[in-house]
Each structure stands twice: as C-alpha cells, then as structure tokens.
Nanobody, 125 residues
Framework: QVQLVESGGGLVQAGGSLRLSCAAS????????MAWFRQAPGKERESVAA????????YHADSVKGRFTISRDNTKNTVYLQMNRLKSEDTAVYYCASRTRRGQPIDEPREYDYWGQGTQVTVSS
C-alpha cells in the first residue's frame, strides 16, 4: 500500500501562483509514475500532469502547458505541482495519484492505483 498526502491548496487571485505537494509513504519502491488530476464541480476528473519516478519524464495537459510544472524529489518521496498564472477555470479539487504499472497511457485515472484525499484550489477572478 502507498499513502499519499497532498498539501498547498488554497484561495488565490487570478494570475497568482500556488505550489502543491504530495508526500508518498509506504511501498513507494514500486512506483512507476505519479500524477496530478483535478475535478471541478459537475465535471469529470481530468489529468493535469504526470512524471515517471525513475527518469523524471513529464507530461502536461495542453490546458496547463507553460503555466504548470510537475517535479519530484526522490529523496523525499514527494511530487510537486508548481502552478503559475492561475485562471478561474483552474478552480478544482486537485488529487495526487501513483501507479505501479509501466507504460502508456500516463494520463488516464484508471491506470492509477493510489490516490490522495485531494486539496482544494480556488482561483478568484
């Protein structure tokens, strides 16, 4: 089992920045990738960004490219999401997830085994 704990959400004005953190514990040695997803009220959960644990290969959704950056610190078993130039449409609950299966697709929620409890990000316009 892997436990994931997110932090860093909050209320920010449009154009501002936030950094989310996700600390992993437990059987993290088998992690292939970690990712951030988000879900706004009335919408489906969508992929935001993902990163492979060993090589650090990244994926960012088109909607956040150039504004958000995913990174990881292997020594701390932590993944980050730096969010800049936030927009009102970024408002959602953000979830951290991890998976042990290798390969593609890396942006599908069903491919992820473990999930955090979520952290609210609210962007006011």
């Amino acid at each position: 089992q892997v436990q994931l704990v997110e932090s860093g959400g909050g209320l920010v004005q449009a154009g501002g920045s936030l950094r989310l953190s996700c600390a992993a514990s437990g059987r993290t040695f088998s992690t292939y990738a970690m990712a951030w997803f988000r879900q706004a009220p009335g919408k489906e959960r969508e992929s935001v960004a993902a990163i492979t644990w060993t090589f650090g290969s990244t994926y960012h959704a088109d909607s956040v490219k150039g504004r958000f950056t995913i990174s990881r610190d292997n020594t701390k078993n932590t993944v980050y999401l730096q969010m800049n130039r936030l927009k009102s449409e970024d408002t959602a609950v953000y979830y951290c997830a991890s998976r042990t299966r290798r390969g593609q697709p890396i942006d599908e929620p069903r491919e992820y085994d473990y999930w955090g409890q979520g952290t609210q990000v609210t962007v006011s316009s």
